[in-house]
């Protein structure tokens, strides 16, 4: 996706819904800090699916259990909007939404399923129905606050909220709007997910603290502890927002999306389609690999991903791979699902504004084969004008987001 410099996007507000809280200086606290979300399943349907944790978030006030991803969606946009001081009554007729999910309302679906094994039809199904099947964030936002520019509802596994962002980039560069609201949203810690992914192998294993259950590019590592969430950005055609005043967060420089098509639950090993993805990025965000400073990796901690987006980066970056710092947060804010790269996204745009790297907490024993700068414990300082945000997905999505300091 080349950048249309006649039509420059730029990043006017953010909001955000995580398990480290939804204040984004508190977020950022904890990121700094290392602190972790990770908690223990509940004795009950969840800690008999056999997983062990989980990555919930805590006091979020919803209409129905089974709507918790849009409930999210909405306290993310409002969030967002406040930041970026829009008043979208103004501007309604061009303002577009593009808020995906992985797997929508599944709770709700699951709802469905436990009424219908009570037996006959219960009095609740049908709204059940409605929220799995009818309903979608980016619908609840564009009504909410009565937008009537595109609205796009993406779904690509856990590269959602790349391919969200992405599209209402362009949906800005081509002339469809001039502000479109983005990002994903996930609420997926129930039985059948926590059951699925247990028997795929993919979940942090029992044995020692939650906290401490998520461990990328470890020789240890066996998993990621599963998390829920929601990460919305506001972006905006950059005359637009020097029009009204703005406060301009970054640069949107663009990125790319696109398969690795080797296995529906496994990354290529050689990590040869992520790193095609990324050089197709750093082309159409006009940005040398020697320019990228901070990569918040997809990161999961699972044995085939580290190894693959570690050569990927390495492919590409090649011997300037060693002057950069990466980390993966999702030891500390869980794996959102599709949630995830929108809000690593607008963790890159944090560590982007302080020039601090958030850690990859639990990185005491690096698995060789993973041998970048992965920040390792610690956060730390350092000059940052450009950042990329990775993510992939099953079924073989991969997303690549690139941004950069605005002055």
Not at 200 to 217: D, H, I, T
């Amino acid at each position: 996706m080349v950048m249309n410099p006649e039509r420059a996007v730029v990043v006017t507000g953010m909001g955000l819904v995580t398990p480290l809280g939804r204040d984004q200086e508190q977020v950022w606290s904890k990121l700094i800090a290392g602190a972790s979300g990770a908690a223990l399943l509940p004795e009950g349907a969840l800690r008999d699916t056999g997983a062990s944790y989980h990555c919930p978030v805590r006091d979020m006030e919803q209409e129905h259990a089974w709507s918790r991803s849009v409930s999210f969606a909405r306290a993310a946009v409002e969030s967002a909007i406040k930041d970026s001081g829009i008043e979208l009554e103004a501007c309604a007729d061009r303002t577009g939404v593009c808020v995906g999910s992985s797997k929508g309302a599944i709770a709700a679906l699951e709802e469905i399923c436990r009424m219908r094994h009570g037996g006959g039809y219960a009095a609740g199904e049908g709204e059940a129905f409605a929220h799995f099947y009818l309903k979608s964030a980016a619908q609840e936002i564009a009504g909410l606050f009565r937008l009537r520019g595109p609205v796009s509802a993406p779904m690509a596994a856990c590269a959602t909220g790349a391919y969200a962002l992405l599209i209402g980039n362009r949906m800005i560069e081509r002339g469809e709007a001039d502000i479109v609201i983005a990002g994903g949203t996930d609420s997926c810690i129930t039985p059948l997910l926590l059951a699925g992914y247990k028997r795929m192998g993919v979940l942090a294993g029992n044995g020692g603290s939650p906290q401490e259950a998520c461990k990328p590019y470890d020789v240890r590592r066996n998993g990621f502890v599963l998390g829920e969430g929601c990460g919305i950005v506001i972006l905006e055609e950059r005359e637009h927002a020097r029009a009204r005043g703005a406060k301009i967060l970054a640069l949107f420089r663009g990125g790319a999306v696109g398969q690795d098509i080797h296995h529906a639950l496994s990354p290529d090993p050689s990590g040869e389609a992520m790193a095609e993805l990324i050089k197709i990025a750093l082309v159409a965000s006009h940005v040398g690999p020697e320019r990228i400073d901070y990569i918040n990796t997809h990161g999961t901690g699972t044995r085939l991903n580290d190894p693959a987006e570690t050569r990927a980066i390495k492919a590409v970056f090649g011997a300037a791979a060693s002057r950069l710092s990466l980390s993966s947060t999702k030891p500390m804010t869980g794996h959102l699902l599709g949630a995830a790269g929108s809000v690593e996204f607008i963790i890159s745009l944090m560590a982007l504004r302080h020039g601090v790297v958030p850690p990859t907490i639990n990185l005491r024993c690096p698995d060789p084969e993973c041998d970048l700068d992965y920040t390792p414990l610690a956060a730390k300082t350092r000059a940052i004008e450009n950042v990329m945000s990775l993510s992939s997905g099953f079924g073989g999505h991969i997303g690549v987001l690139i941004a950069g300091r605005y002055s």
